[in-house]
């Protein structure tokens, strides 16, 4: 079964619906559950036994690859503490608060702009540029749910699996009033970035433009198309691939997301499986291609 059909799929029946298959199945070992969910979502048998492909190695890095010190970094609270300890506290996208539950948030001590966010998920944000204008409710509905979800057992991504559950408050990033930011997020293996690919954070029309080290330009798709015409790359680009570097040492795989506001970045997220190894991408040459970048030899199982 391809992909556009678990896409289709989930239209159809909705994601709740989806994620209570993926927890029905939490019996399973992970072995067991990661070929069987492989096969659904890629529509080829999952060879872990001698990977290959770089979508194959992101799944045996699920079982293999596990490190205390990945738990603070896929952490979003703790996470800020490595950032500002491997490269400076300036890195940091500044802290407003951290709580257990909605209920215990002072939004009257925020500022009118913010960001709210579970540390453990991926989707959640709330992003609030007029406090006057926050839908509360909704707002509690997204994070609450998002506390009770174990995270981890969708699609047995280990970093995910100890985190302490919370949420936090972020500053508001804005280059500019009124102009979405672009998410600039660079692939790194074993601790050399690779490739990166600019996404426009908040566009109801997301492109992704890859480009490799020499900011060369590559016809290579992942989650969402290519743009027609590739955005310029900021000035920072070497700086966002030095820092990219010093963060990823000594991991096999790290995404390291990075925003450029005003001319200074900030670290967005680590991330260490990009759509969890289970996006298509074209051409399939790719996934042989960064699989073969990918040495697993040095990783501790």
């Not at 603070?72 to 407003?96: H, N, S």
């Not at 990033?173 to 970035?193: A, Q, S």
């Not at 967005?268 to 289970?278: A, D, I, N, R």
């Amino acid at each position: 079964m391809k992909s556009e059909s678990i896409q289709k799929i989930k239209r159809i029946l909705g994601r709740n619906v989806i994620e209570f298959f993926y927890r029905s199945l939490g019996f399973l070992s992970d072995e067991k559950y990661l070929r069987l969910l492989f096969r659904l979502r890629m529509g080829r048998k999952l060879n872990l036994d001698n990977p290959k492909t770089f979508c194959e190695k992101l799944q045996w890095l699920k079982i293999h690859g596990r490190e205390e010190i990945y738990t603070t970094m896929a952490d979003k609270y703790l996470a800020k503490q490595f950032i500002a300890g491997k490269i400076g506290e300036k890195y940091v996208v500044p802290l407003l608060g951290v709580w257990d539950r909605f209920d215990d948030i002072d939004f009257d001590a925020l500022p009118d702009k913010f960001v709210l966010k579970c540390n453990h998920d991926s989707g959640s944000a709330i992003i609030c540029r007029d406090k006057t204008k926050l839908d509360k409710e909704n707002a509690r509905k997204i994070l609450e749910k998002s506390l009770k979800t174990d995270y981890f057992i969708l699609k047995r991504e280990w970093p995910y699996k100890n985190i302490n559950r919370r949420i936090i408050a972020e500053e508001y990033l804005e280059d500019e009033p009124g102009v979405n930011l672009f998410d600039y997020k660079f692939f790194c293996l074993n601790g050399i970035p690779r490739i990166m690919y600019v996404i426009e954070g908040a566009s109801d029309n997301p492109t992704e433009a890859f480009f490799d080290m020499e900011q060369n330009y590559l016809d290579l798709e992942m989650e969402d198309p290519r743009p027609e015409i590739p955005p310029r790359l900021p000035d920072c680009f070497d700086e966002m691939k030095r820092l990219a570097a010093e963060l990823s040492d000594g991991v096999p795989f790290l995404r390291v997301d990075f925003f450029c506001v005003k001319g200074r970045l900030y670290v967005g997220e680590l991330t260490f499986f990009h759509e969890s190894g289970f996006g298509e991408i074209k051409p399939k040459e790719w996934d042989e291609k960064l699989g073969n970048m990918l040495d697993l030899s040095r990783v501790r199982s």
